[in-house]
């Protein structure tokens, strides 16, 4: 054996809510079927063919249950039932619908493969103003069944493309039948039988491993005590009413375990707590129902030894609480999100070869003895945008860490069977937080989130003396003293019948972190209102399962829409070239864009010379389009500075809308992070000046952009101090002479992050 030998173990996260609603049997998104039919499938399929691979395979039970639900046939998603019906036969409102939802995949790789689907989107974006039901209108029924056909395409992965009829229509590419669309849905249905028993395979094959996250996906530390979040995050605004409900938690993870098992024919050993969040309480959850490790990210250990973590760090076990705790792995952040976000846009053999190189050097760093370095990332999202689909990359890199001297593949548990659990370290502190700034705020904390919060303890509250007098809790013992009442699953089952079960089916599901990530100004999405309506939906369940009408508070959204939005935020890293044109179709199609011709606020005066700021980054740059006025031309920007002030990313346009004081305040501690000079003659066109930060004279300007039709900014984020992942707020204003004629958005902000990589794509939708 080698002195330093190093484990590499894989995680990936499959991850649904529950999208049906009881009551109605509808189910209401797609995303579990469509993932199923790309990268649940072909994901089982390259993990057994490589016969000298070990992964673990993560999945949430609410997933694997509506997985068998979708290969039998049971609750047809809206989507699903929008492609099947004739475009002749839908109402104006649905054909506008299907205009509106069937474009939600990764546009510039499955645009290059599917080049109709190019043109319906240019079709529709050159209309984007018009109303829905002209917009509806404008399209013929056999563009629309194209559209229902191309969409289906799309989410095709790599093992369903091999069925002939599915390459076929591929090569065809246009002018679909309807009898094509049939026989194509009708083939994908049928493919959705062969995903849960690949799963069953890989969980009893004894070479790779089937984890589990808690049932619904609940954030464990803040079921547990909503005020966990101020341990990472002091002073952080909370929920007026206080959550704690451990035996929730309880129940989310011995139904899991109890759940996974019954599909999948074996029992996890550990678990991805949902979205790698981890308390001290949390933990004692866990261990309460016989969990052997769990796993997160280096972040949250090293916020648990104020950053000084010992030598080994986050490549070797540790053990919080003593002996009969779980143990715990953290995740490499750097390696993990190399595949989540950088490779992308690599050929497949050649990012699996950086990516061993990396793992080559992290042992080389090491003292002797053994190690793990744990890779752990959603992986069902990220292969949408790679070439293929992933599939070069991971055949090279399960082939490649197997061939490499120093390197072998272990899963989680076969390395603490190995004796890794004697080397776990002993944790004297946790701190509660996340894969994500290693804190809970992405879930707790912003005004939306926090009424979410409320609704839902209020529904709990309600429910409680309920499951007391049904005799359906009881007492769990935590190790390290204490007796919480949980909800007794023999009792309330997920797929128990009476009205008390399903009451609790739904809080339990109204209890899964989805709703909270999608509630605010973080992760926006076109889907924000089906996620804020099916939310209220689970919460009025609770009280329509047991003949009581929901409160009236559950009628009304949660989302703040009183400020308009400011536009469309950015999609994906751009690849933009700085000559003043639109150099190609995809140049800018993943921007964000914000109408600049709108309300005139208190800095615009006169006409406006710009019509749209288009917005979005690379991973050196921010960049920036400004589309001149209609008729006016690059000539109506001659003479201005663009100057781009930085904000709190809280300030986004689409948050609540601050006060005048409020306003006021953060104007005033806006920063004037750049000045670009454009260019000053009478035509508007040439090279735009980057000036200098210090403004002396000494210092020569840079290269910043072009003008010509258009014109294309780009500022490096050192001059932002922004570091790969972080979020900037930011507006412009257009000067003349120090003074500003135009800002834009007219309020609050834009929001953009610094790209890790090409692939590191802000959509979150699915």
Known sequence: MAATELAVAVLWHMHQPDYGDPVTGRVVMPWVRLHALSSYADMARLAAEAPEARAVFNVVPTLLSQLADAAAGRGEDEFLALARAEPADLSPVERAL???????????????????????????????????????????????????????????????????????????????????????????????????????????????????????????????????????????????????????????????????????????????????????????????????????????????????????GHFQPW????????????????????????????????????????????RAQL?????????????????????????????????????????????????????????AKPLPRLRAGSWIRRDLTTWIGHPEKNRAWDRLAATRDWLEPRLAAAGALREVALPGGGRVPAPDPDLLGPDGTTPLARAWRAMASAEGSDWFWWYGDDHPTEFAAEFDALFRAHLGNVYRQLGEAPPPALAASLRDTAAPPTGVPPRAPLDVTLDGRVTHYFEWLDAGRCEAG????????????????????????????????????????????????????????????????????????????????????????????????TGGAAAPALPGGACD???????????????????????????????????????????VRAPRGPADADDWIV
């Open 367 to 423: 003292p002797a003895g053994r190690y793990l370095a744990a890779i752990i990332l959603d992986g069902e999202n990220a292969w949408e945008a790679y070439p293929a689909q992933g599939v070069d990359f991971l055949r090279a890199f399960y082939g490649g860490v197997a061939a490499a001297p120093g390197l072998r593949w272990r899963t989680l548990s076969q390395f603490l069977d190995d004796g890794g659990s004697e080397a």
């Open 98 to 312: 299907l205009l509106k939802r069937f474009f939600a995949f990764h546009h510039a790789r499955r645009f290059a493969e599917l080049p109709r689907l190019a043109e319906l989107w240019r079709k529709r974006e050159a209309r984007r103003h018009e109303s829905p039901e002209r917009l509806a209108a404008a399209f013929t029924d056999a563009e629309l069944r194209d559209l229902q056909v191309g969409f289906h395409l799309a989410w095709s992965g790599r093992t369903l493309r091999e069925e002939p009829r599915v390459a076929a229509l591929l090569r065809k590419g246009r002018g679909f039948t309807a009898a094509e669309k049939g026989e194509l849905l009708d083939l994908q249905h049928a493919f959705l039988a062969r995903v849960m028993p690949a799963y069953r395979e890989l969980a009893t094959g004894g070479a790779h491993e089937v984890s589990c996250t808690p049932w619904a996906h609940p954030i464990a530390p803040l079921l547990c005590d909503t005020r966990a979040a101020l341990e990472s995050s002091p002073g952080l605004p909370l929920p007026a009413a206080r959550v704690t409900r451990p035996g929730d938690a309880w129940w989310h993870v011995r139904v899991a375990l109890d759940e996974t098992e019954r599909l999948l024919g074996a029992r996890p050993r550990g678990m991805w707590p949902a979205e790698g969040a981890l308390s001290e309480e949390a933990i004692r959850v866990f261990a309460a129902c016989g969990v052997r490790w769990l796993a997160s990210d280096q972040e949250v250990l090293a916020a648990a030894w104020d950053g000084a973590v010992p030598v080994g």
């Open 319 to 362: 053990r919080w609480g003593g002996d009969g705790m779980p143990s715990l792995f953290f995740r490499d952040q750097g390696l993990s999100d190399r595949i989540g976000f950088v490779y992308a846009g690599w050929e497949g053999e050649r990012a699996a070869a950086d990516l061993i190189g990396h793992l080559q050097g992290i």
């Open 598 to 693: 709108g309300e005139r606020g208190a800095m615009h005066r006169g006409d406006s010379p710009l019509a749209a700021l288009w917005y979005g980054a690379d991973p050196l740059r921010l960049l920036l389009r400004l589309d001149p006025a209609p008729g006016r031309g690059a000539a109506a920007l001659a003479g201005l500075d663009l100057v781009v002030h930085l904000v709190a990313p809280a300030a986004a346009a689409g948050a609540p809308g601050p006060s005048a004081a409020e306003a006021a305040a953060a104007e005033a501690a806006a920063r004037r992070a750049a000045v670009l000079r454009l260019p000053r003659g009478a035509d508007g066109r040439g090279e735009i000046a980057l000036l200098p930060a």
């Open 709 to 751: 039709r258009i014109a294309e900014v780009a500022v490096p984020w050192a001059r932002l101090e922004a570091a790969p992942g972080d979020e900037i707020g930011f507006f412009i204003t257009l000067e003349r002479e120090g003074r500003a004629e135009l800002r834009v958005p007219t309020r609050g902000a834009l929001v």
